[in-house]
């Protein structure tokens, strides 16, 4: 006679056999094995750029320069002989809609500035280009935890960057509180959907001052509409440090990007020669569904008033 817990044992068999049968005619095609997606190669359609980094020389001894490519990202890690402990994150700025994905070190002589006192970086190229914080945000905290899986568990994580990498580390702090012990945003974009915004204004008051009808963006915006738009407000031959050779429309456009950036201040005239190309060429995306590849989705102009409104 059976007892009650081998009678027990049949049945969960019985079932788990006739679960295994399920599933076995529900995937009853043959399997393909697929390629092992092991992310040291970048995601379709992108390449990697990372042309070897020589280390640098400080209080006489070399440092330590890894790179490679982890989770379809390019990095560089640099470390210095005397290591304090601390590893600090770059996050890098705007890249464009490009397809060549590159990291790099630390600007504005911050890298020989953070070595000299100790301290390890670590710089992401991201997984794609575009206005993608998602990708800036998940490809720096993926390196930091290979830098301690590969080099060292870090005392402190430290997270610094400029511009869009700004945006990536107020995210960043917001994704994982309590995983970065400080943080540095240098003329980081923190208003968040207000840069789409002012991206948006740019573009359509210069369309509307042109009377060149362009919205939405067209294919060939930079290549038709954009140089038509230069021409009829004199911008086109505007160069930083150069006559200044806008007509009045072309002045009233460069008044009000001052303003809906920020307002008048000093030097803001002649900032407006240096980005007036870049703020045409942002609103380009490469397609698709995300924020990241379609701004257009976040940024609106309801209720805003454009000034000076003449002529």
């Not at 060549?100 to 710089?123: C, I, K, N």
């Not at 990708?135 to 720096?140: I, N, Q, R």
């Not at 301690?148 to 580390?169: C, E, Y």
Request: aromatic share 8%; hydrophobic share 40%.
């Amino acid at each position: 006679m059976l007892t009650s817990s081998t009678r027990f044992l049949r049945r969960l068999l019985a079932v788990g056999a006739t679960l295994t049968l399920a599933v076995g005619l529900a995937g009853a095609a043959p399997a393909v094995a697929a390629a092992r997606d092991d992310g040291t190669q970048p995601l379709p359609g992108y390449t990697i750029s990372n042309p070897p980094l020589a280390p640098l020389v400080i209080d006489g001894a070399t440092t330590t320069v890894r790179q490679g490519v982890h989770a379809h990202t390019g990095f560089i890690i640099e470390t210095p002989a005397r290591w304090n402990g601390d590893l600090v994150m770059w996050a890098h700025g705007y890249r464009g809609q490009g397809t060549v994905l590159s990291p790099e070190p630390p600007a504005y002589d911050l890298r020989q500035r953070m070595l000299a006192q100790g301290y390890a970086w670590a710089s992401s190229s991201y997984d794609r280009n575009g206005y993608d914080i998602r990708s800036g945000v998940l490809g720096t905290r993926e390196l930091a935890d290979f830098f301690a899986d590969t080099v060292k568990r870090p005392r402190r994580v430290l997270i610094a960057g400029v511009s869009m990498g700004g945006h990536i580390i107020g995210r960043s702090l917001e994704q994982y509180p309590g995983y970065y012990d400080g943080a540095l945003p240098m003329c980081g974009v923190l208003g968040d959907q207000e840069l789409f915004d002012f991206f948006l204004d740019y573009n359509l008051v210069a369309q509307a001052l042109a009377g060149v009808r362009a919205y939405p963006t067209p294919d060939d915006y930079l290549t038709n509409a954009v140089p038509r738009i230069q021409m009829a407000l004199g911008l086109a031959d505007l160069k930083p440090g150069g006559p200044d050779t806008t007509n009045d429309l072309g002045k009233q456009l460069r008044a009000i990007t001052v303003e809906r950036s920020g307002g008048p201040r000093p030097g803001a005239d002649a900032a407006f020669a240096v980005w007036k190309d870049f703020l045409f060429s942002i609103t380009v995306t490469d397609g698709g569904d995300s924020p990241a590849q379609r701004p257009g989705q976040l940024a609106t102009n309801l209720l805003t008033r454009y000034s000076p409104n003449s002529p």
